[in-house]
């Protein structure tokens, strides 16, 4: 059994910054082989990919945050995270953590980021 749990949500203001983390933890057969996402949904909304880390280290991100998040992980903590920067009200939504390990998707939980002054 594979537990994705994800941290760092909260409220910040338009503007500000907040970084979000997820610890993977169960069976793992390589942490470092997996590769890792972020997604968001909003109510009412399809769920949308926002960034992507490649085993090997490559990154991806939406139009949307391009520029203002930063995804990165740390292979030894079993860890990925998300620097969110010059947040806009539209950056609101729930935000989740992906693991594909071979094919297989999991899904964290979720954290809720609201971004309102």
């Known amino acids: 059994q594979v537990q994705l749990v994800e941290s760092g949500g909260g409220l910040a203001q338009p503007g500000g910054s907040l970084k979000l983390s997820c610890a993977a933890s169960?069976?793992?057969?390589?942490?470092?082989?997996?590769?890792m996402s972020w997604y968001r949904r909003v109510p009412g909304k399809e769920r949308e990919l926002v960034a992507a880390?490649?085993?090997?280290?490559?990154?991806n991100y939406s139009d949307s945050v391009r520029g203002r998040f930063t995804i990165s992980r740390d292979n030894a903590k079993n860890t990925v995270y998300l620097q969110m920067n010059s947040l806009k009200p539209e950056d609101t939504a729930v935000y989740y953590c992906?693991?594909?390990?071979?094919?297989?998707?999991?899904w964290g939980q979720g954290t809720q980021v609201t971004v309102s002054s």
């Open positions: 992906n693991m594909d390990q071979f094919k297989y998707p999991y």
């Open positions: 169960g069976s793992i057969f390589r942490f470092s082989l997996n590769d």
């Open positions: 880390i490649t085993s090997g280290g490559d990154t």
